[in-house]
């Protein structure tokens, strides 16, 4: 199974070390783009610094960060998964694993980025803020830049079940095609609650993180490795979620789940 995830905008607090490695990182048909969106992201960064701010989105109160993507060259890098932090990863709660879930999390996990396109989390890599939203210069919008780059890299290892559970964004980078398409599932999070009297659903936007965070970390802490979205419905039963099949996927269209919850936390 191979799980897609988002990233999430705050990151870990930069540490000294030795800084990253492009070559040694997971996907290395992703090399070579990486390099000329790091080296992009450098170049911004270190001119204009309200220029900077204003191409990636950046308040007022986020300005230091193009000082730190200025030196993303030289800073200390870190496990992605101990980069990357925010509601998701905290319910997803990677530090608490044991030995073999956590083993199981560096197979299936795959985080995808604007600055690096797609990281599993023992890729070590330095806290940045580059979201896929970014217009980049002189690349231009990431999401249009990486895409290409992926749908060359990222068949080669979805080989089984891929759970896609990243925002609107990021499934913008790349999208499963043909009978890959078919073996993908992706999860809507529904609140259902009484209002008088009358039970109503509605999407749950912020929480969604959470429960996508808890449905991950369940499945790797039981040892479940669902080879299909048949498998995928019944395991999540098992550890105690409610799931609906709310639209069957064929060869080429994806599944869609919704995971129904009473309670937003």
């Known amino acids: 199974m191979l799980v897609l995830l988002p990233p999430s905008e705050g990151k870990a607090a930069p540490q000294a070390g030795a800084p990253v490695e492009l070559e040694r990182l997971s996907l290395p048909g992703l090399t070579g783009a990486r390099h000329k969106a790091l080296t992009a992201l450098v170049e911004l960064c270190a001119g ?11 308040s ?14 030289t800073a200390g890098a870190r496990p992605a998964g101990e980069v990357y932090t925010g509601v998701l990863f905290d319910n997803l709660g990677l530090a608490k694993l044991d ?3 956590y083993a199981r999390a560096e ?3 795959l985080v995808f980025s604007g600055l690096w396109g797609a990281v599993r989390i023992g890729d070590r890599i330095p806290p940045y803020r580059c979201s896929m ?3 980049l210069p002189p690349l231009g919008a990431l999401g249009p830049y990486w895409r290409g780059v992926l749908d060359g890299a990222l068949p080669e290892v979805a080989d089984g079940l891929v759970l896609d559970l990243r925002s609107s964004a990021y499934a913008a980078a790349w999208k499963p095609s043909g009978t890959l398409a078919g073996r993908t599932v992706t999860v809507r999070v529904l609140q259902e609650r009484e209002v008088d009297g009358v039970l109503k659903r509605s999407v749950v936007s912020h929480f969604n993180k959470a429960t996508k965070g808890r449905l991950v970390r369940d499945l790797l802490a039981a040892g479940l490795e669902p ?15 409610r799931v609906e099949v709310s639209a069957r996927g064929t060869e080429r269209k994806p599944w869609q789940l919704d995971v129904v919850v009473t309670d937003v936390h």
């Open 99 to 101: 030995d073999a879930a």
């Open 60 to 73: 007022k109160g986020l300005r230091g960060e193009v000082g730190k993507n200025a030196a993303l060259l």
């Open 227 to 241: 080879g299909t979205p048949g498998e995928l419905v019944d395991a999540l039963e098992q550890l105690g979620h």
């Open 107 to 109: 197979r299936s996990l």
């Open 133 to 135: 939203g970014v217009k």
């Open 48 to 58: 204009d610094a309200e220029r900077a701010a204003e191409v990636l989105g950046l």
